[in-house]
């Protein structure tokens, strides 16, 4: 009889152990938002954006070096995207639908300006749409929004290649930068900030340089 309760304690715990790799594995899981573009001739030409509910994001690009190369450059970037973004985009992925209904609205004649790709997955649903255009106003601003992230990302490796190989670049591209931002306030600039922080620290860039990333990393903190 002990025997017998023992065995049924020792599957009963089993049981229980198995119920709780469950459910730490589907809490593991968080869900995802991801927006790629697809858009030859520009630069990125390609690129895709991960954001997790956790914060977690992951970016991927690829570019032509040149008109006259077929050589790509590729970069790739891991990242925590700031509680704010991250929030605003699984709000207004929510508010599109989840992506689960066609977001394209199948104008003609309307200017091609990149193929591009939502979609969405967590532990229930998933949802894709590829759109050139859409109506949708809740995918629009989303669209937008991953496009300013993608932008940001995109200076910050154009930043890291001029501080390898043409520190005199860094000067007129962190001037535009400064006069964009008083325009228009960039997304995700603390993304970006290792770069910045680099540029500052490096004896060998001229001063007013070095001065204008600091004033980038003063004005857009990590949140």
Do not use: W
């Not at 509680?83 to 394209?104: M, N, Q, V, Y």
């Not at 591009?116 to 749409?129: A, N, V």
């Not at 600039?189 to 860039?205: F, G, K």
């Amino acid at each position: 009889m002990e025997t017998l309760m023992a065995c049924g304690l020792h599957v009963a715990g089993f049981v229980l152990l198995l119920a709780g790799v469950s459910y730490s594995q589907t809490k593991a899981a968080p869900a995802e938002v991801t927006f790629t573009l697809d858009f030859p001739g520009s630069t990125p030409q390609h690129y895709s954006l991960r954001v997790q509910s956790d914060g977690k994001s992951q970016y991927q690009s690829s570019s032509r070096i040149s008109s006259e190369s077929e050589d790509v450059d590729t970069f790739s970037y891991d990242f925590t995207i700031s509680p704010a973004t991250r929030d605003r985009i699984f709000e207004l992925s929510a508010r599109a639908g989840h992506f689960e209904s066609d977001l394209d609205s199948h104008k003609k004649n309307m200017a091609f300006t990149g193929r591009k790709t939502l979609s969405y997955k967590d532990g229930s649903r998933s949802g894709e749409s590829t759109y050139n255009y859409t109506l949708n106003p809740s995918a629009q601003e989303l669209t937008s929004l991953l496009q300013g992230v993608s932008a940001t990302l995109e200076l910050g490796h154009r930043l890291e290649f001029s501080l390898r190989y043409q520190k005199l670049a860094l000067a007129e591209e962190l001037k535009r930068t400064e006069e964009s931002a008083r325009m228009t306030a960039p997304v995700e600039m603390q993304a970006i900030a290792p770069i910045l922080q680099q540029i500052v620290a490096d004896a060998s860039v001229i001063n007013v340089t070095r001065a204008r990333a600091q004033r980038l990393i003063d004005r857009y903190p990590a949140q």
